[in-house]
């Protein structure tokens, strides 16, 4: 599968709501989770730059195997965007040693669970399965890393699932395809305008050898980070990795070159029309983000905090002015990645009650902003923020996989898994001041870019167009 791409807004906030009492009640400080981090995770570098990272979780005899990759489509070119996402797709097919589909039959007839999923940043593939089998998961992850058994006859089935793919997620979904042209507005060099499923045109001349070239460019140990969560010994997760990664050859990686995006001198705006039962608007303004892991400047976690102001249960600011008060909106969102490797948009949508004119939803938005740049924040919204970080991280560390989630994404963005709790302890440092500054500073409509969904008559062949474009399996 490729992610969804853009985040469901104040997810963090959203996901610790349900736990927010424990911390009022007992005051977990992050201090307390940096601490506890750092005496139950382990790494190290095997000979051919394979990165191998172990987290100690004890509660139940089971264990996450990812291993990431840093390409995505932000590593793409254009003539062959999406090829990313294709290789994903090539990776169940097989290798010299495992006939196509066995490996997914393997981890079933264990009784574990796999997929694969891939966006801007990376690609990533995951097991989650009783411990004992570990070193099963090993030997076939490492077998395709360098052994894919890469046929035309496959690659021609494949790219025709992927085409279908795309046309049922996006171009069959009206706020697919709303997002695709946004972030093709929005960014006019930086690879970010590129959709992670890529251009239907670029699909259609895919060759079998552009896959190949990706896999033979990208998937080699030194592009790649290993992370087992769960029940398990960190010394003999190495051991293992060295028998079955460690054997990998690795290659020379060629050199990434920065396309960074030009000024932006004016607001951009566009209309896309589709089937679909609502307006729908989105907004994003360019703002600065997490820079090669440096936690040192403010303004990303300000931004963060912003997010969650804005967006994050129903009486943050948004819902309850937009949807409450006023019934602009049936729902609203706010969304903003500290820590992505590409240019970076503080992002809020809204669907339209019926009758309602998207010039209105932009105006009422600009206002609540602006009234936090020129009032400030009150000391109750910056205190629910900052619980409900600290919250997410109990909620997040609740399974092994959302643990080897969290630290391979980290890892992707060039953000050290040793740096993931000076975050939480970095956004509990944020100011009402600085919230106040970045609202001021970077809102500003020469930075912003506005799409709307003209709402067209929906037909019984696309009865669901007004969906989000998620895509949710390989």
Known sequence: MFLKQFNQLGTIFKQGKNVLILFIGVGISSQAFA???ADIMHEKILDNGLKV?????HRSPTVAHMIWYKTGAIDENYGVTGVAHV???MMFKGTKNIASGEFSKKIAA????ENAFTSSDYTAYFQQIEKSHLPEMMRLEADRMHLLNFTEAEFLKEIKVVMEERRLRTEDKATGLLYEQFLATAFNSAPNRHPVVGWMSDLKNMTYQDAKDWYDRWYTPSNAVLVVVGDVNPQEVFSL?????GQVPNKTLPLRKVQSEPEQRGMRRF???APAENVVVFMGWKVPK?????????EPFALSVLSGILDGNQNTRLNRILVKQKRISSGVGASYDADARGEQLFFISGTL???KKPELFESEVKKIISDIAKNGVQAAELERVKIAVTASQVYKRDSVFGQAMEIGSSEMSGLSWKKIDQVSEKILDVTAEQVQEVASKYFQDAQLTIGILDPQQMSKKNPLGSQPPFVVKH
């Open 53 to 57: 990272i172990v987290k100690e979780d």
């Open 241 to 245: 990795a060295q028998k079955t990664y």
């Open 290 to 298: 997490i820079i090669n892991g440096d936690l040192g400047p403010i």
């Open 87 to 89: 290789l994903e797709h």
């Open 35 to 37: 601490q506890k981090t």
């Open 110 to 113: 264990l009784g574990g669970r």
């Open 353 to 355: 009650l019926a009758g």
């Open 271 to 273: 209309i896309v029309k």
